[in-house]
């Protein structure tokens, strides 16, 4: 009973072949640039190349803004409705699935039309504005994986039993939230920030309906004019995904728990 | 800014008597820090999820004059238009069942067909990552192995002499787009139902064994039962994922394939229908396609929730 | 009460059964056999062996050496589903998404009997569990002392040859523990199926087997009825694990006359274990229950201590009575006339030296 079954290793083995066969070929690609021989030449081009440095430079500060907003957003609201307000969580719950519902090409749609230059809010009339007006937008996508983080964070941790004994040796609300529950929930945080910046970095839809310098925007310009190049970039996009997978479930090895599970 | 210290912090919250007021009569009384707490999340989201989808809503049924209409809802009904949605829908349907069917044998291999340990984990990661992997990058890996050039491509037709595009087969196609959608939709039902599958206890089918039954009879009567919501529910997630998608297929044809969502990308950049509320009412169809899977997901997941306490 | 049922033939045997998991001995060379007819529990703390044991029996574990027979035949090469054994497990494992009438029929479905018999089945089967008419019910409507008697149904339901029952009572409440085990063991009489059944708690075990199998770190330390189990523990495990123990340090005083002296204190043994020395240390125990308070029944030992803890138990005073060095356990009745004695009081116990034993370890 204990051998694997041979069934298991049949399908397991046509899906690593699956999996495997396009980054292996895209690899073997990436490397044949120069006819006849392999080499570096692709990757090269592309990591000294200065639009791939800018605009990942600027999709990499986008997503920080967007963590740092979507943390700012969603942590305390988690932390309140969790603790005292837990009519709200139907609501919230809903808002958060919107992302899920709603095509990202849906919402940017009537981002331009409800924030341009004519409307109450004019965020597309200005670089600075739209930048704002992309954050935002990230913010909304990423915002069901964040929400999910965070709440189940704050779950691990037993939130209440945590807050009410910290109220019993005499801490007050601010006290309880940064000192307490905050250093508690960082692990959570992170994950949330790791799969933020993953579908931020190679996002393309809304940067080029919002036509922002973003990597994906970058990317895809790259395709449309370069052979080899391509490959490369995806080669390293798929690196990036990896090691911001891999910090997450690192960062799962390290994440405190208190309550019963 | 917070509520001050000498006040409990958690416990029920402070409800108002329920009379004839009915809901009204029910609403917690809410301090400041709790309302100050929840309203950037509140703002935030009725700002960038709820007006925009209404404010196209509303664009919907707006003639280029900004008088009310049904004429958009009307020229839905144009034969690009109704193409492009059906073959959105095929697609995403197609890549939805292969993907479910493909990744719930490989998490039932992997979880049930006691293979080493390791597997589990490279398994689980990989699939976290081939999720994410979608979108352009992945287009350029397709385009790389079995593209017109592709290695995949060459090799076939150097060493085997296999010509794949002579005997009909075209990346750059909707079958082509759907097994590209496949390469993060299997990964992504892997994600989403191991949870479920993990939830099968042993017991079960231990104890379906001591009553006489062989595999095929627990999976039949027990298994995919219980598995069944989580299934559909994959379902509807994978599809409203694959139907939304954009730029995988701009990446691989620009706008010359003609599914939905790059039909509205084309109006949107460069207002190609010249209309935008058209683009609006083409935004509300694909928001009630995608509204319409997440709904059965939503029925089918409480349903479950129900059996499995 | 031990050797007044009448010889039942030999229904299971296991012969030299061994159990490794990656080169550790998990079950080390089991040799037991049981009745036709019998309710055999395999008692001992977790990590012995016994759910190993368990599920050998039931196919889901191979040996790794050794033998499952059942009347005669040896079923080790048998697959689970062959075996025609009736399994209850601890977490219940009813099927969620089937109602209890259709769990309860679930082996007989597999047998392929026609739904009218099915139907009249598991009627019969939950009178029997005394659940007539909670056939629609779903596990997660039921609690988990209904759920445990379900999965008893439908374990029984397709006529097994044997039932194995695995630590089932461990889940549920102390109350409902004490009256699902017996309900489990007059439905077992009543129908009269061999029945093997797992547990680590000992007055469980005491309380409704006909015969203990006591194990420990893969061993068979003793067989035989409750009360041979706990008057006569062959080892010293099986005499603390199954009741409490008192042991007391001894010297050897002198081997011709077996007198020996607990804190300076001497008395006489019924006899001495073979190779001791005067001087030497002996290890002497003894249950509560056969030391006495004063000398009631002219018992050949006696005792002088101060009294050092009362534990007012209800019908049941457990006195410990100091001694010097050693403590001494005493488990006397309440006598509603007379209280019990006072903290620090002097005081005289007294034990029949027959009912000294001295244990290997």
């Given amino acids: 009973m204990r051998r694997g079954k041979p069934w298991a290793w049949l399908v397991f083995v046509l899906g690593a072949l699956y999996f495997m066969l396009p980054l292996v070929a895209t690899i073997q690609f990436a490397l044949s640039i120069r006819r006849g021989t392999y080499s570096l030449d692709a990757f090269t081009n592309v990591l000294y190349d200065a639009h791939f440095q800018e605009s990942f430079v600027y999709s990499f500060i986008i997503g920080l ?35 899920l519902v709603i095509p990202a090409i849906v919402l940017v749609f009537g981002y331009i039309r409800l924030y341009n230059t004519s409307s109450f809010i004019n965020l597309t009339g200005s670089a600075l504005g739209t930048d704002i007006l992309l954050t935002f937008a990230y913010v909304a996508l990423a915002l069901p994986y964040m929400y999910r983080a965070v709440d189940t964070g704050l779950r691990t941790i037993d939130v209440q039993t945590l807050t009410e004994a910290a109220n019993i040796l005499g801490a007050n609300t601010p006290t309880i939230l940064f000192k307490v529950i905050f250093p508690n929930i960082i692990v959570a945080l992170l994950s949330g920030a790791f799969l933020t910046l993953a579908i931020v970095i190679g996002e393309f839809t809304i940067a080029s309906l919002l036509n922002r310098p973003a990597f994906g925007v970058y990317m895809q310009n790259v395709g449309a004019n370069r052979a080899y190049e391509p490959a490369a970039l995806a080669i390293i996009s798929f690196i990036f995904t990896w090691v911001a997978m891999g910090m997450i479930q690192l960062l799962a090895r390290f994440a405190p728990k208190t309550a019963p599970s | 800014m917070f509520p001050s210290s000498n006040e409990p912090l958690t416990g029920a919250t402070n409800v108002a008597p329920v009379g004839r007021g009915g809901w009204i009569g029910r609403l917690p009384r809410l301090r400041l820090g709790e309302v100050l707490g929840v309203a950037p999340f509140i703002i935030f989201a009725v700002m960038f999820l709820v007006l925009p989808p209404f404010y196209l809503f509303g664009l919907a049924f707006t003639d280029k004059a900004g008088q009310f209409t049904l004429q958009n809802i009307v020229d839905l009904g144009q034969p690009l238009i109704v193409s492009a949605f059906w073959i959105s829908i095929l697609i995403s349907a197609a890549s939805a069942l292969i993907g479910a069917v493909v990744g719930l044998f490989i998490a039932l291999a992997v979880i049930r067909g006691n293979l080493p340990g390791w597997i589990r984990a490279v398994v689980t990661t990989f699939s976290g990552v081939a999720s994410n992997f979608a979108g352009i990058p992945l287009a350029f890996a397709f385009i790389s192995t079995v593209g017109r050039l592709g290695i995949l491509t060459i090799l ?154 | 009460m031990p050797e007044a049922a009448p010889r039942r033939p030999e229904f299971l045997r296991l012969a030299d059964l061994v159990k490794e998991f990656g080169g550790i001995p998990v079950v080390k060379d089991a040799n037991l056999a049981f009745n036709k007819g019998e309710f055999i529990t395999l008692l001992g703390p977790s990590g012995c062996g016994k759910t190993t044991i368990l599920r050998m029996i039931a196919g889901f574990e191979r040996p790794t050496r050794g033998s499952i027979l059942v009347e005669g035949k040896d079923i080790s090469a048998l697959p689970p589903n062959q075996r025609q ?94 009256s699902l085990r017996q309900e489990i063991r007059a439905i077992q009489r009543d129908l009269g199926v061999t029945t093997i059944f797992v547990t680590h708690d000992q007055e469980e075990a005491l309380s409704i087997s006909d015969r203990i199998v006591v194990l420990n770190a893969g061993n068979v330390e003793q067989v035989g009825t409750p009360f041979e189990v706990y008057n006569r523990p062959a080892t010293r495990f099986v005499a603390t694990f199954v009741g409490t123990l008192n042991t007391l340090n001894a010297t050897v005083l002198n081997v011709a006359d077996r007198s020996v002296a607990v804190d300076g204190q001497a008395f006489q043994l019924a006899a001495l274990p073979p190779g001791a020395a005067a001087n030497a240390p002996l290890a002497l125990t003894m249950r509560p229950e056969a030391v006495s308070l004063g000398k009631p029944n002219g018992q050949d030992v006696v005792l002088q201590g101060r009294v050092a803890e009362v534990s007012f138990l209800g019908s049941v005073i457990r006195l410990k009575v100091d001694l010097g060095q050693n403590m001494l356990s005493l488990d006397t009745f309440n006598d509603t006339h007379t209280p019990p004695p006072a903290l620090d009081q002097r005081i005289e116990v007294s034990l029949n030296s027959s009912d000294i034993l001295i244990l290997p370890n």
């Fill in chain 2, 156 to 309: 076939l037709r150097t060493v085997f002499h296999i010509d794949i595009y002579r005997s009909g087969f075209n990346l750059f196609t909707f079958s082509g787009l759907t097994l590209i959608y496949c390469y993060f939709q299997i990964p992504l039902t892997i994600l989403l139902i191991t949870p479920a599958i993990d939830g099968l206890k042993r017991e079960w089918s231990e104890a379906a064994e001591t009553l006489g039954a062989k595999p095929w009879q627990f999976w039949t009567y027990v298994g995919i039962p219980v598995l069944w919501p989580n299934l559909l529910g994959t379902l509807s997630l994978l599809f409203a994922n694959a139907f939304g998608a954009v730029a995988t297929a701009y990446a691989l044809t620009g706008t010359s394939i003609n599914i939905i969502t790059l039909q509205l990308y084309a109006q949107i950049r460069g207002d190609a229908l010249q209309n935008p509320g058209l683009g609006a009412a083409i935004a509300l169809a694909m928001v009630a396609i995608a509204a319409f899977a997440n709904v059965i997901y939503l029925i089918v997941r409480t349903r479950a929730e129900r059996w499995l306490k």
């Fill in chain 1, 65 to 99: 803004c967007a963590i740092v907003v979507g943390v700012l957003i969603v942590a305390p609201a988690a932390y309140f409705v969790r603790l005292r307000l837990p009519r709200l969580r139907p609501i919230i719950e809903f808002l958060t699935l919107l992302p």
């Fill in chain 3, 85 to 178: 054994i009736g399994m209850v497990f601890q977490a219940y494992a009813l099927f969620p998404n089937m109602n209890v009438e259709n769990n309860v029929a679930f082996g007989l479905k597999i047998a392929g009997m026609p739904a009218e018999q099915r139907r009249a089945r598991v009627e019969e089967m939950l009178k029997l569990i005394g659940l007539s008419g909670y056939g629609k019910r779903y596990p997660f409507e039921m609690s988990g002392g209904q759920q445990q008697r379900v999965a008893l149904a439908r374990a029984l339901a397709p006529k097994p040859r044997m039932l194995l029952l695995d630590e089932p009572l461990s889940a549920l409440d102390a109350k409902i523990r004490v």
